[in-house]
């Protein structure tokens, strides 16, 4: 079988094929990733993404696909696997029983086996209440984790909020944090090294953020509004992600208020 050029090596056990969804949101698309050892026939897909036949196509040519993992409900994540299950036969889980499809949901502290390789379920909620990361522990010296949009390859991540809550976010960055430098695989953008340092980071930004609109609930009033809030401390954001910014600032309110 021909390599398919547009996958990525990107880490020892894993391979990623960007799915065709650019845009604000997405960056430069969904990283579909294949899971497996070197040399075993069968493999784990997480995210097979927007509903695109060739990409799916791929993705079920890279091995026989015995597995179908979700990180999270988003449409770029989930749109294909009712799909990509009649394709390939493989059992989709997630935690949401929604996006399952021959499988049964997933549970936080579940460790699974395909691929011959052996994955950690971790239950990450903060940017969805539904997040999962998944970690490979013998994925090279440090282990690597797949880390849905808990964080991605460069930005920040948006609480989904009221679905998504900041308490929980930091909570699962603590959480991720105790990998140590294990390789981050995120769902958008490249690959990172160091997932303990860039939580590190991530945590530092959500308290800078969270001073911010201290001050900005200062000047304001502690009533001020979503709207109001978000003008004092993103006054120059693109109008193609204010949504994304309002929610995120009505996380942070809803946590200080609490």
């Known amino acids: ?100 499809h021959g499988g049964e949901p997933l549970r936080g502290g579940e460790t699974l086996h395909a691929g011959s390789v052996e994955i950690r379920v971790l239950a990450t909620p903060g940017h969805t209440s539904d997040s999962l990361c998944f970690h490979l522990p013998g994925d090279g010296p440090h282990g690597s984790v797949l880390s849905g949009d808990t964080i991605l390859g460069r930005g920040t991540t948006v609480l989904d909020y009221p679905d998504g809550r900041l308490a929980d976010y930091l909570g699962s960055l603590d959480l991720l944090e105790a990998l140590g430098p294990a390789t981050l695989l995120p769902a958008h953008g490249p690959v990172l090294t160091a997932t303990d340092a860039i939580c590190r980071e991530y945590r530092a930004h959500r308290l800078m953020r969270l001073d911010q609109i201290r001050g900005a609930l200062a000047e304001l009033g502690p009533d001020a509004g979503v709207a109001a809030v978000t003008d004092a401390v993103y006054p120059d954001v693109d109008p193609s992600v204010r949504r994304a910014a309002e929610n995120s600032v009505a996380a942070q309110l809803d946590y200080l208020r609490r």
């Open 1 to 100: 079988m021909t390599p398919d050029p547009q996958f990525l090596q990107s880490s020892r056990l894993t391979r990623s094929r960007l799915a065709p969804n650019p845009g604000p949101m997405s960056l430069d698309g969904t990283n579909s990733y294949v899971i497996s050892a070197p040399g075993a026939e069968g493999t784990v897909v997480v995210d097979p993404g927007p509903l695109d036949e060739e990409h799916l196509a791929a993705l079920a040519g890279a091995g026989k696909v015995e597995l179908v993992l979700i990180t999270h409900r988003h449409p770029d994540h989930t749109e294909a696997a009712a799909r990509f299950h009649e394709l390939t036969g493989a059992p989709v889980r997630a935690a949401d029983p929604r996006h399952c």
